[in-house]
C-alpha cells in the first residue's frame, strides 16, 4: 500500500479505513479512495449490490462483507477481529460519509473501542453539500441527522432544537417531508430554509424560501433524497431565557398568564419568526380549548 503518513498499525494489525462514496453523481470519487478500494483486503459495505455496483463501475475486484443496522455483536466482532489479524478493511457506506447518519457509526466505535487504527478517506457527504448551497450561514452549524419518525421522541427532538441559534441540517425521508416541514414550522417558526433534494443527480433541485413556502411546494412530499437546511432561531429567545421552548409554548404561556390574544401574538411575533396568521390561529385555538375544558369546581 503507497498510503504514508498515517496512524501507525499496532502489533501488524490492519487499518479501518472510513471511505466516501458518491451521493450521487459516481465521478465524485477521489483518487485516494479509488486506491484504497482496490489496495484493501475486504470492503465493509452496508448495501452489497449497491457497492458491487460503483466497485465495477471502477474495475475493482474485492471481497465485499455486509454491515448494516441489523448486523448482529458477534457480526461486528468478526469483522474486528479480522482487523486485529492484520487485515486492511474500507468502511463505505451506500451514499456520502460512513458514520453520518448510518450504521458505520458502529463499526468506527468498536475499531477505536479496541485501539486500531480507524483512517478517514474523506469526500462528499449530503449534510455539507447542502450546507454549502442552501444560502445560509455554514458557521456555526449543527447536524441534527433525522428526526424520529413519530411519538414522544419526535416532539421533544422539536423542542430540544426550537432555539439553537446556529444553522439546523436534517436529513428526511422524501415521504416524511411535509411532517417535518409542519412540524418545523409548529416548533420552530416561519423560519428560511432550503430543502437540497437529489444533490449531485439528474434531477438536482434546491429550493430556498421560508418554512410555510417549502410546505406549498411539497405539500404532497416529494421523491429522492432530502436534506434540509433551517437558519438558527433569533438570537432574542436565549437572552430571554426561552431555550426549549416552542413559539406556541411561549403564546399559551401568555395567554394563561391572562394575556390579551392580540397581546400574547405580539409578543410571540416579536421573538420568534412567526406568520401572524399562524400565531392568532394557534391563540385562537388555545383559547377555544380552554373554554370548553369541564369546570374544575366540581358539581354545585
Ligand atoms: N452518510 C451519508 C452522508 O454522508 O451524506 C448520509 C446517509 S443517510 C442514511 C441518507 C440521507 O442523506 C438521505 O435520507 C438524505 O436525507 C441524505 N442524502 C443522501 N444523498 C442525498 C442527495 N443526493 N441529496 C440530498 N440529500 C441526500
Known amino acids: 500500500m503507497k498510503e504514508r503518513g498515517r496512524t501507525p498499525a499496532k502489533h501488524g494489525a490492519g487499518t479501518l479505513y472510513v471511505v466516501a462514496t458518491p451521493i450521487g453523481n459516481l465521478q465524485d470519487i477521489t483518487l485516494r479512495a479509488l486506491e484504497i478500494l482496490r489496495s484493501v483486503g475486504y470492503v465493509v459495505a452496508e448495501d452489497t449490490r449497491h457497492t458491487r455496483k460503483l466497485l465495477t463501475a471502477h474495475q475493482i475486484r474485492v471481497p465485499i462483507l455486509s454491515?448494516?443496522?441489523?448486523?448482529?455483536?458477534?457480526?461486528?466482532?468478526?469483522?474486528?477481529?479480522?482487523?486485529?489479524?492484520?487485515?486492511?478493511?474500507?468502511?463505505?457506506?451506500?451514499?456520502?460519509?460512513?458514520?453520518?447518519?448510518?450504521?458505520?457509526?458502529?463499526?468506527?466505535?468498536?475499531t477505536v473501542r479496541h485501539d486500531l487504527p480507524v483512517v478517514p478517506i474523506p469526500g462528499p457527504s449530503a449534510?455539507?453539500?447542502?450546507?454549502?448551497?442552501?444560502?445560509?450561514?455554514?458557521?456555526?452549524?449543527?447536524?441534527?441527522?433525522?428526526?424520529?419518525?413519530?411519538?414522544?421522541?419526535?416532539?421533544?427532538?422539536?423542542?430540544?432544537?426550537?432555539?439553537?441559534s446556529m444553522t439546523r441540517v436534517l436529513y428526511e425521508s422524501p415521504r416524511r417531508l411535509p411532517r417535518t416541514l409542519q412540524d418545523i414550522l409548529d416548533h420552530w417558526g416561519?423560519?428560511?430554509?432550503?430543502?437540497?433534494?437529489?444533490?449531485?443527480?439528474?434531477?438536482?433541485?434546491?429550493?430556498?424560501?421560508?418554512?410555510?413556502?417549502?410546505?406549498?411546494?411539497?405539500?404532497?412530499?416529494?421523491?429522492?433524497?432530502?436534506?434540509?437546511?433551517?437558519?438558527?432561531?433569533?438570537?432574542?429567545?436565549?437572552?430571554?431565557?426561552?431555550?426549549?421552548v416552542s413559539w406556541k409554548e411561549t403564546l399559551q404561556a401568555y395567554l394563561d398568564q391572562g394575556d390579551s390574544l392580540r397581546h400574547a401574538v405580539e409578543e410571540v411575533q416579536k421573538l420568534y419568526r412567526v406568520r401572524r396568521r399562524d400565531a392568532y390561529q394557534a391563540a385562537l385555538h388555545f383559547k377555544r380549548h380552554k373554554d370548553e375544558e369541564p369546570d374544575k369546581g366540581g358539581f354545585s
Open 67 to 110: 454491515f448494516h443496522a441489523h448486523t448482529s455483536a458477534e457480526g461486528l466482532g468478526r469483522i474486528v477481529d479480522l482487523l486485529k489479524k492484520g487485515a486492511q478493511i474500507a468502511l463505505v457506506t451506500d451514499a456520502g460519509t460512513p458514520g453520518i447518519s448510518d450504521p458505520g457509526v458502529a463499526l468506527i466505535q468498536e
Open 190 to 244: 416561519n423560519l428560511r430554509l432550503a430543502v437540497a433534494r437529489e444533490l449531485t443527480k439528474v434531477h438536482e433541485q434546491v429550493f430556498r424560501g421560508t418554512v410555510s413556502h417549502a410546505l406549498d411546494v411539497y405539500k404532497e412530499g416529494t421523491r429522492g433524497e432530502v436534506t434540509l437546511v433551517v437558519e438558527g432561531a433569533p438570537a432574542a429567545l436565549k437572552s430571554e431565557g426561552l431555550q426549549n
Open 127 to 164: 449534510a455539507i453539500a447542502a450546507l454549502i448551497v442552501s444560502g445560509l450561514a455554514s458557521q456555526p452549524f449543527a447536524f441534527l441527522g433525522f428526526p424520529p419518525s413519530r411519538g414522544a421522541h419526535r416532539t421533544k427532538f422539536f423542542l430540544q432544537y426550537a432555539s439553537l
